[in-house]
């Protein structure tokens, strides 16, 4: 799969529900977010069935972007980094609130 990125999770107790957290880091081609811009008034987010969209988060520059989707697995994401990886390089990290890993550090 050309333009994502996982990281290796070995570390983190992954809670495995019907909805897992993850941030998406967006790294814009070209360091140019235009084309995203103009592609997201046209098209909208474009996400799939089982994927919601959380919050995102630019960078002043514009380079990069962050954004928190929760969704089943990490599999679910793969028709929405299809749509936008021609102008989009993707880095999906697993996360878990505060709350849960906390919660699953203490056991």
């Known amino acids: 799969m050309t333009g994502i990125t996982s990281v290796a999770t070995n570390h983190l ?3 495995y529900t ?11 081609r ?3 977010p235009s084309a995203v811009g103009e592609r997201f008034k046209k098209m909208g987010r474009m ?3 089982g994927v919601t969209y959380q919050a995102s988060w630019m960078e002043e ?6 954004q928190l989707m929760e969704a089943p697995n990490l ?16 880095e999906i990290v697993p996360v878990l609130t505060s ?3 906390w919660a699953g550090a203490a056991r």
Do not use: K, Q
Not at 18 to 28: D, G, K, N
Not at 61 to 66: D, H, L, M
């Open 30 to 32: 070209l360091g140019e």
């Open 99 to 101: 709350a849960d890993f």
């Open 18 to 28: 019907a909805s897992m957290l993850f941030m998406v880091i967006e790294r814009f």
């Open 47 to 49: 996400l799939p069935e």
């Open 13 to 15: 107790p992954l809670r």
């Open 61 to 66: 520059s514009g380079a990069r972007c962050y």
């Open 75 to 90: 599999d679910t994401l793969n028709p929405w980094i299809h749509r936008w990886e021609d102008l989009v390089e993707f």
